[in-house]
């Protein structure tokens, strides 16, 4: 049997079943499956593709300034499109909502109002690219309020940047590039820690042109 044309064949079908219960299983009794029959062998090279899709890698950026956190959401704006979901992490200050409002402006212009959501949880806006909704979701009050703010259309027809993940629970998407930021000595300066998935290591290489060698830790 071509293993790698029925692979092919399948995966774009996602035969999740079938990897729910190889996923149930040991690694050994993996083995022993794939050893006993073909479907078996095919199975199993699928849930490795899969793993392998959803893995997540990091990089981390030194941000000597205000200016650099611009310059970089501005040239991510140029490889993001609509279901692309970015999730801002960090502790109050560390330059969620800056990040934000310079990725919208560099879309929409530098005198459009690019207000934190924080009170309405989110902000949409209309942008050459499609749409860019905004959320901040320090004031969830619990995790289906995330449903009724329109997450799954949000992830369906527009770019989600996306302020305090963490309270999203079981809506966390699988696919994602998520900044983490963290304080420096400096006030100026922020660490951003890239967590992002198969889909995003072409934008990632794009990104690091934007560093110096020196300023990847
Ligand atoms: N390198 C930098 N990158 C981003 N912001 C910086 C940097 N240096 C200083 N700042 C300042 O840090 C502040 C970040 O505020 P911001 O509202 O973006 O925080 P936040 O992470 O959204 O917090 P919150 O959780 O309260 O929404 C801004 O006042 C910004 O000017
Ligand atoms: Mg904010």
């Not at 199993?44 to 392998?52: G, V």
């Amino acid at each position: 049997m071509k293993n790698d044309k029925l692979v092919k064949n399948l995966i774009p079908c996602k035969v999740l079943l079938k990897v729910t219960f190889l996923k149930n299983t040991s690694l050994v009794q993996r083995a022993n499956i794939a050893q006993e029959n073909e479907v078996g062998k095919v199975v199993t090279l699928i849930w490795y593709q899969i793993k392998r899709h959803y893995k997540t890698k990091m990089i981390k950026f030194l941000l000597t300034n205000c200016f650099e956190t611009k310059k970089l959401a501005q040239k991510m704006s140029f490889f993001l499109k609509p279901k692309d979901i970015v999730l801002l992490k960090g502790d109050l200050g560390a330059g969620k909502s800056y990040f934000a409002r310079a990725f919208i402006q560099s879309l929409l212009g530098e005198e459009t109002e690019v207000p934190s959501p924080t009170f309405t949880l989110v902000q949409e806006y209309e942008t050459s690219i499609g749409p860019v909704w905004h959320f901040d979701l320090y004031r969830l009050k619990n995790e289906e309020e995330v449903f009724e703010l329109g997450i799954d259309e949000a992830f369906a027809r527009a770019i989600s940047l996306i302020e305090w993940p963490e309270r999203l629970g079981s809506y966390t998407p699988k696919e994602y590039i998520c900044l983490d930021f963290s304080f420096t000595e400096n006030p100026d300066e922020r660490i951003v820690t890239f967590s992002f998935t198969q889909k995003y290591e072409f934008m990632i290489e794009r990104i690091k042109d934007l560093f110096p060698e020196k300023k990847i830790i």
